[in-house]
């Protein structure tokens, strides 16, 4: 046996821990090894590079194992969440809110129709003009509703958290 104390060739320490020499000069290439090392060194840092990849922490290839297990463990741990959110009722599936959304659009354009009608009733002394304002600004609203995105109600509630006023509404 050779003695660790001394260098080694690139074949004599694949004999010694039982790889080719082709599988040794890969290690010395990913820099686990170091040719330049003594015997001891080389077993050492072999070793270690060894345990290290058994436990995970180290990878030889492409593939990064703590890497791939952090980000299996962060989605698992956001679906958890997801659906905790369900179970308390904080979150719907979106086609559900799309649905919810689509009714009570349906609904307030019913209303907001019947009010140029309840106008005049209400107030005979209007003029068509005058009732020709108010449909126009019921459409002006009704269009303005019917183009809301989900993107603006982001930005909405992006300007509740910095601290924008808040529109009130009278429950009258």
Not at 15 to 29: D, E, N, T, Y
Not at 59 to 83: F, H, N, P, W, Y
Not at 116 to 128: D, E, I
Request: net charge negative; proline share 3%.
């Amino acid at each position: 046996m050779s003695d660790l104390s001394n260098s080694m060739t690139q074949a004599d320490f694949g004999r010694l821990v039982g790889i080719s020499q082709q599988a040794v000069s890969k290690i010395v290439a990913s820099g686990v090894i170091d040719p330049s090392m003594s015997g001891q060194q080389m077993l050492h840092a072999y070793c270690s590079h060894l345990r290290e990849t058994a436990a995970g922490r180290a990878s030889g290839g492409t593939l990064d194992l703590v890497e791939e297990r952090a980000a299996l463990a962060k989605a698992q741990r956001e679906r958890i969440e997801m659906q905790n959110g369900v179970t308390r009722g904080e979150l719907a599936p979106v086609v559900l809110i799309e649905e919810v959304l689509s009714k009570a659009g349906a609904r307030i354009s019913g209303i907001f129709d019947a009010i140029p009608g309840a106008v005049r009733r209400r107030v005979p002394s209007l003029s068509s003009e005058e009732i020709g304002n108010i449909e126009k600004e019921i459409a002006k609203a009704r269009n303005i509703v019917a183009a809301i995105s989900l993107d603006d109600l982001r930005e909405v509630d992006e300007e509740d958290e910095a601290g924008a006023p808040m529109l009130e509404v009278d429950h009258e």
